[in-house]
């Protein structure tokens, strides 16, 4: 599967944005889907997954109840919505693609990847 990510840009502090994955190349239902970030100097770390049924997600904790997951599988499409951005959300967000139920916590869970989408979070 090919993945292509979009809808970075720069936000104020408090603001709101919403990244989107595009799929392509094979079923997207069998996929489950991951959103990872990378800053400058730091690891890539896992932000937030959902099944390939969509009824399943989990979250880091540095974002839960400010971002949202979800997909939607006839317009092979995942979305993240991140609410009440912070500085340090900046960073390089990716999405990703494993070929299982549910979605997983390590980068190298992940066999398919998009390219990195950049959000700037100013305060």
């Known amino acids: 599967v090919q993945l292509q990510a979009s809808g970075g840009g720069l936000v104020q502090a408090g603001g709101s944005v919403t990244l989107s994955c595009v799929a392509s190349g094979r079923t997207f239902s069998d996929y489950a889907i991951g959103w990872f970030r990378q800053a400058p100097g730091k690891e890539r770390e896992f932000v937030a997954a959902i099944s390939r049924g969509g009824l399943r997600t989990n979250y880091a904790d540095s974002v839960k109840n400010r971002f949202k997951i979800a997909r939607d599988n006839v317009e092979n499409t995942g979305n993240l919505r991140m609410n009440n951005l912070k500085p340090e959300d900046t960073a390089v967000y990716y999405c990703?693609?494993?070929?299982?139920?549910?979605?997983?916590?390590?980068?190298?869970?992940?066999?398919?990847w998009g390219q990195g989408t950049q959000v700037t979070v100013s305060s």
């Open positions: 990703a693609a494993r070929r299982t139920v549910t979605g997983a916590t390590p980068v190298a869970d992940y066999a398919y």
